[in-house]
């Protein structure tokens, strides 16, 4: 089965960086695109930054120019730094396989990132 484990989360004042980082055990990494999410208290998960096998990337509007997704397929893992910080990034963080072209696999726990003002 596919495994999902992220990490990097914490508490920053705005401005401030974080580098999560996701580890996936089960399945051929390298070959499907990956993507970040992210869920705020009372509001659907979303979808902010994608990364395909060929290493093309896609961003949300609301966080371009501010985060990078990376994957190392040697080590199957997928990163996303986040960079100048803002309250309204505060949300649980999730990594996953992109939606919008592949079966989701079971949730990890997801890594919390709180930034405040």
């Known amino acids: 089965q596919v495994q999902l484990v992220e990490s990097g989360g914490g508490l920053v004042q705005a401005g401030g960086s974080l580098r999560l980082s996701c580890t996936v055990s089960?399945?051929?990494?390298?070959?499907?695109?990956m993507g970040w999410y992210r869920q705020a208290p009372g509001k659907q998960r979303e979808l902010v930054a994608v990364?395909?096998?060929?290493?093309?990337?896609n961003y949300a509007d609301s966080v371009k120019g501010r985060f990078t997704i990376s994957r190392d397929n040697a080590k199957n893992i997928v990163y996303l730094q986040m960079n100048n910080l803002k309250p309204e990034d505060t949300a649980v963080y999730y990594c996953?396989?992109?939606?919008?072209?592949?079966?989701?696999?079971?949730w990890g726990q997801g890594t919390q990132v709180t930034v405040s003002s």
């Open positions: 996953n396989k992109d939606w919008t072209q592949q079966k989701l696999a079971p």
């Open positions: 990364i395909t096998s060929g290493d093309s990337t």
């Open positions: 089960g399945t051929a990494f390298s070959i499907n695109a």
